[in-house]
């Protein structure tokens, strides 16, 4: 009688392993890149919107609740900004602070004051000044960055 083995090696086995290790590891590693691409895109997304929402409050003359309206701006500091009505000033309670993200923040910001100030009415940046209408956002973990050009009628005339 003949003996038939069944099964497999303990060869076979290492290798379907590794094979699989293999494949696991490529596929995380391309997981987490995407990962930090899209929270860096989605960073972005957000501070643009509420750039716009910004400068609509002064082009509409929305006062918020005061008594009266007026200039809307943004402040850049590190990883957060803050939205805030007329001149900027840390200790205003009606200041709004805002969040980039994880392992985001701003690492260059061209505009005068890292501010963007909003005239009411017209929407128009008050502090504009060419060549100085930059801001680059940033993922610290595997610095791929975006930079927003912005012009004097607060429009993001470019995103690279």
């Known amino acids: 009688m003949k003996k038939h083995n069944r099964g497999y090696t303990l060869i076979e086995v290492i290798i379907v392993m590794s094979i699989f290790i293999l494949l696991t590891g490529l596929t995380t590693i391309s997981l987490l890149n ?8 989605a960073s972005v997304d957000t501070f643009i919107a509420d750039l716009k929402q910004q400068q609509l409050k002064a082009m509409l003359g929305d006062t918020e609740g005061r008594i009266s309206s007026g200039n809307y701006g943004i402040f850049f500091a590190g990883g957060t900004y803050t939205l805030f009505h007329d001149d900027y000033s840390s200790t205003d309670s009606a200041n709004f602070d805002l969040s980039l993200g994880d392992n985001i923040e701003f690492s260059n910001i061209t505009f005068p004051g890292s501010q963007i100030i909003f005239f009411q009415g017209s929407g128009e940046i008050g502090n504009y000044t060419e060549g100085s209408n930059t801001i680059i956002i940033k993922d610290i973990l595997d610095n791929n960055q975006k930079t927003l050009t912005i012009n004097e009628y607060g429009v993001v005339e470019q995103i690279n």
């Open 34 to 41: 995407a990962k930090h691409k899209s929270s860096l895109s």
